[in-house]
């Protein structure tokens, strides 16, 4: 059995079950949530304002029982990884992960693996990170994504922008990051409008300039789920350094979709991570 602990952001979630979904399909366990985190006041601040999202899709995986997630914490024959309330008993790698689920139960708070991973399980994923309910698309929108070439742009600023720790930690994309990916989409792709997606429109106004028609998908009052859906199916993307949009741009099924993502993923990341598809382009 694995219980993966599901935390953070809906980005941050798709990844955490991802890694499950792997180990489960590998070596055909049983996989099982743990969302526990959303109704709980001692992990985390942001536990007060994110929700747990991954209802909205099709995922296959049940929640475990407290019964269930007690066991798993407390038995001395199982492994905990991750945990915050425990000490490490692993490393927590990808491989060791891999190889500890053949012979013990796991129980998982923690991210690893990749997007390059991913890939030995992304029919599964893809369906499973469709929408349980159609995506509501306005007239508006619809005439406007039949219109031409559309480009989904992701701005991730919220609590990476505003908290000092958090800032330190993560960073930012720049003003020049999102202009150069303009300016080479503009090489490759000649003419082709925006979709922009934002935890903070006012500062993309304010501080970002477009040559291309765009619209904003805040104006359309989406869920957190329908607009990782509709940004997925944007033909190209400019990802953030955000799980959120890299999931979006992971899950576009065009074949001849360009997909640009910062170079550096943190703020303390002193090389390129290899963690992003190889065919992304890097800034």
Not at 49 to 55: D, K, M, V
Not at 191 to 203: A, C, Q
Not at 225 to 251: G, P, V, Y
Not at 262 to 268: D, F, G, I, S
């Amino acid at each position: 059995m694995i219980i993966v602990y599901i935390a953070g952001g809906l980005g941050d979630q798709m990844s955490r079950y991802a890694l499950g979904r792997y180990l489960n399909k590998l070596n055909n366990i049983e996989l099982l949530l743990d969302n526990s985190f959303y109704s709980s006041k001692d992990n985390y601040a942001e536990s007060d304002t994110r929700s747990f999202g991954l209802n909205n899709f099709n995922i296959t995986a049940a929640l475990a029982t407290k019964k269930q997630i007690d066991h798993l914490k407390t038995n001395r024959y199982s492994l905990r990884f991750g945990c915050r309330k425990s000490s490490h008993l692993s490393s927590g790698s990808l491989a060791d992960l891999v190889n500890r689920s053949v012979t013990s139960d796991l129980y998982i708070d923690t991210r690893c693996g990749s997007y390059r991973d991913w890939s030995a399980v992304r029919a599964e994923l893809l369906a499973e990170f469709a929408l349980k309910q159609a995506l509501p698309v306005p007239s508006k929108l619809q005439d406007y994504l039949k219109s031409g070439s559309i480009v989904g742009l992701h701005c991730r600023r919220g609590d990476k922008a505003n908290n000092p720790a958090v800032n330190k930690i993560h960073g930012v994309c720049s003003v020049d990051y999102y202009q150069e990916a303009l300016a080479l989409l503009e090489t490759r792709l000649g003419d082709f409008k925006l979709l922009i997606f934002s935890d903070d429109p006012d500062w993309v106004k304010g501080n970002l300039s477009f040559k291309q028609d765009y619209q904003f998908a805040n104006d359309y009052q989406l869920s957190d789920a329908q607009e990782l859906t509709l940004l997925s199916q944007c033909q190209h993307q400019i990802t953030a350094n955000s799980a959120f949009s890299h999931w979006a741009a992971w899950l576009n099924t065009n074949p001849d979709k360009i997909i640009i993502a910062p170079r550096q993923l943190t703020a303390q990341a002193s090389i390129e991570s290899d963690e992003l598809p190889a065919t992304w382009l890097r800034l």
